[in-house]
């Protein structure tokens, strides 16, 4: 894959995976942050890097680890568009490209998508990526939970 089209951020970019209920636009205030604040930006890219790291060390994250290659599998290229990983994620985060939870749960999705839509349904990949994402979208989901109580206690929500 090119360093192009990893790095490119299509947030028009459609996909059938859900979205958390801190994601939706009624709660976009929480993942919008001033990229004018570098402290601000800096302690961001810290804690996404922090949920980088607790969903790499999920016990089904090898597969999603490294760019899936055409020798593991054949025609991958074929079927998957816009290949995801999690270095690439990794990547993406660390270079300033990915600057919102939004962006961040997205290239997640796409990557278990991929691995659903490429592997049949009864193979252990689709399995695995079925249910690490089932697992992945609940820890993102409690902590948009704990952000908003957070946010709330502290009084930042407010104007």
Known sequence: MSN??????DSNSTSTAPVPAFASPANTRLVQLSWDNPLQHLLFKRTLLSIWKMIASHR?????LKAVSE????GYRDVVKRPMDLTSIKRRLSKGHIQSMVQFQRDLMLMFQNAMMYNSSNHH???MAMEMQREVLEQLQMLGEALLCSRDRLGWGRR
């Not at 192009?4 to 951020?9: L, V």
């Not at 020798?71 to 054949?74: E, H, L, T």
Request: glycine letters at 6%; zero cysteines.
């Open 60 to 64: 089904y994250s090898g597969p999603f």
């Open 125 to 127: 990949v689709h399995h």
């Open 4 to 9: 192009w089209a990893q790095d490119q951020d």
């Open 71 to 74: 020798k593991q599998a054949p």
